[in-house]
């Protein structure tokens, strides 16, 4: 009698490295061909953003071509990010080793956005701000394109992508802020409806994702060693790092965030003591969610 392999087939989709190094300069040349297009359709959406003196502020033509390419990457990245969770969701060797087309769409789209970004992040100008989206940017790049020539963790690549959900709201507030009638906007039910959407999105997609994302990733590994042992650095060490370290980056932006949810919707805002206390609970839960997850 045939021994039946007691483990799901394997789902891979690999690629040449030749026809994956052609793919990625296909992308490299999209998102470098739209982060510029960008500029003069900032140009005829917001006229007044023409004549800002600091193009990289609030205002800037380049602030308002930055939140529109921010805006379409978040939407053209989400339904990868749901399609690979989908199919490589259904066995652990799945989710540690297995590929699709969605889930190297979805990598290569996000490894050549943030590389067609750095410059871009230059042009506006370093600040504070922008030197923590640089970090972000080079340890995404390094953990997402180990994993995209390795063939792995694909899985908790898109699942930690579903944080982008939260940039469509960002992307609207900076948007707003580049039209002229920009006080009258902020007035607005679809304003304060977007800022109560954005701290939603932004606890439910980074606060709460990012530790059940780390905690289903360290119990698949405890449960079933047998398939996780021929890890190497890049699963142990730096998808773990980079999630906490991501997690902590969002933690930090988030309490910029919540005041401004509050004082668009004229609400007393919260001192930064309770914010941080919330933070810590919604850790705790997205521990817990993980843990249940598989």
Same mark, same amino acid.
């Given at each position: 009698?045939?021994?039946? %392999?007691?483990?799901?087939?394997?789902?891979?989709?690999?690629? *040449?490295?030749?026809?994956?190094?052609?793919?990625?300069? +296909?992308?490299?040349?999209?998102?470098?061909?739209? *982060?510029?297009?960008? /500029?003069?359709?900032?140009?005829?959406? &917001?006229?007044?953003?023409?004549? *800002?003196?600091?193009?990289? !502020?609030?205002?800037? %033509?380049?602030?308002?071509?930055?939140?529109?390419?921010?805006?379409?990457?978040?939407?053209? $990245?989400?339904?990868?990010?749901?399609?690979?969770?989908? /199919?490589?969701?259904?066995?652990? %060797?799945?989710?540690?080793?297995?590929?699709?087309?969605?889930? /190297?769409?979805?990598?290569?789209?996000? #490894?050549?956005? $943030? =590389?067609?970004?750095?410059?871009?992040? &230059?042009?506006?100008?370093?600040?504070?701000?922008?030197?923590?989206?640089?970090?972000?940017?080079?340890?995404? /790049?390094?953990?997402?394109?180990?994993? $995209?020539?390795?063939?792995?963790?694909?899985?908790?690549?898109?699942?930690?992508?579903? #944080? !982008?959900?939260?940039?469509? =709201? @960002?992307?609207?507030?900076? $948007? +707003?802020?580049?039209?002229?009638?920009?006080?009258?906007?902020?007035?607005?039910? @679809?304003?304060?409806?977007?800022?109560?959407?954005?701290?939603?999105?932004?606890? #439910?997609?980074?606060?709460?994702?990012?530790?059940?994302?780390?905690?289903?990733?360290?119990?698949?590994?405890?449960?079933?060693?047998?398939?996780?042992?021929?890890?190497?650095?890049? !699963?142990?060490?730096?998808?773990?790092?980079?999630?906490?370290?991501?997690?902590?980056?969002?933690?930090?932006? =988030?309490?910029?965030? =919540? !005041?401004?949810?509050?004082?668009?919707?004229?609400?007393?805002?919260?001192?930064?003591?309770? #914010?941080? *206390?919330?933070?810590?609970?919604?850790?705790?839960?997205?521990?817990?969610?993980?843990?249940?997850? &598989?």
């Amino acid at each position: 009698m045939d021994v039946v %392999d007691s483990y799901p087939l394997q789902i891979r989709y690999d690629m *040449q490295y030749s026809e994956l190094l052609r793919l990625t300069m +296909v992308y490299i040349a999209i998102c470098s061909i739209g *982060q510029i297009l960008a /500029i003069p359709v900032s140009w005829l959406l &917001f006229p007044r953003s023409r004549t *800002q003196e600091a193009r990289g !502020e609030p205002g800037g %033509d380049l602030w308002a071509a930055d939140a529109i390419c921010l805006l379409l990457f978040s939407i053209a $990245l989400l339904p990868s990010a749901f399609g690979s969770i989908t /199919i490589l969701s259904t066995s652990v %060797d799945a989710r540690w080793n297995g590929t699709c087309w969605s889930s /190297i769409h979805g990598c290569l789209l996000l #490894c050549t956005r $943030l =590389f067609c970004h750095i410059p871009f992040l &230059f042009w506006k100008g370093l600040n504070a701000s922008r030197k923590r989206i640089l970090v972000h940017h080079v340890m995404v /790049i390094l953990v997402y394109g180990t994993g $995209l020539l390795k063939g792995s963790m694909h899985f908790w690549g898109a699942a930690a992508g579903l #944080c !982008e959900f939260s940039n469509m =709201f @960002l992307a609207n507030i900076e $948007l +707003v802020k580049c039209c002229s009638n920009m006080h009258q906007l902020k007035q607005s039910l @679809l304003y304060k409806l977007n800022s109560a959407f954005l701290s939603l999105a932004y606890i #439910c997609c980074r606060l709460v994702l990012f530790p059940a994302v780390l905690a289903a990733l360290l119990t698949d590994a405890y449960t079933h060693p047998e398939l996780t042992v021929r890890s190497s650095m890049v !699963e142990w060490v730096m998808m773990p790092m980079s999630i906490c370290c991501v997690w902590a980056m969002s933690a930090f932006e =988030f309490r910029n965030i =919540f !005041e401004g949810t509050f004082k668009a919707l004229d609400l007393d805002v919260k001192n930064a003591s309770s #914010c941080l *206390q919330l933070e810590i609970w919604l850790a705790i839960l997205g521990l817990l969610v993980g843990h249940c997850l &598989f």
